[in-house]
Nanobody, 115 residues
């Protein structure tokens, strides 16, 4: 069982930056594929960034060039750096961990981009 806790969300002006953090419990964090998803009101949850256990990354088109996913296996922590934020980035951002058919989610952190 893995518990995931997100933090770092908040209210930011357009063009601003945030860094989201996902802290994971357990001692096999390095084996997990990790990802950040987001869900805006009325929309389906969508993946914005993915990092495999071997460090390969994937970004949704909306995230390319603006979001950066990273992980620190020694700290059991994953990050999502957000820059050049737009109002359409407003959503609840969720941390995801997956390994051999086991899927875990955090409770989400709200990101609001507004002037």
């Amino acid at each position: 069982q893995v518990q995931l806790v997100e933090s770092g969300g908040g209210l930011v002006q357009p063009g601003g930056s945030l860094r989201l953090t996902c802290a994971a419990s357990g001692n096999i964090f390095s084996f997990y594929d990790m990802a950040w998803y987001r869900q805006a009101p009325g929309n389906q949850r969508e993946m914005v960034a993915f990092m495999s256990s071997d460090g390969s990354t994937y970004y949704a088109d909306s995230a390319k060039g603006r979001f950066t996913i990273s992980r620190d296996n020694d700290k059991n922590t994953m990050y999502l750096q957000l820059i050049s934020l737009k109002p359409e980035d407003t959503a609840v951002y969720y941390c995801y961990a997956g390994w051999y058919g086991n899927h875990f989610w955090g409770q989400g952190t709200q990101v609001t981009v507004s002037s």
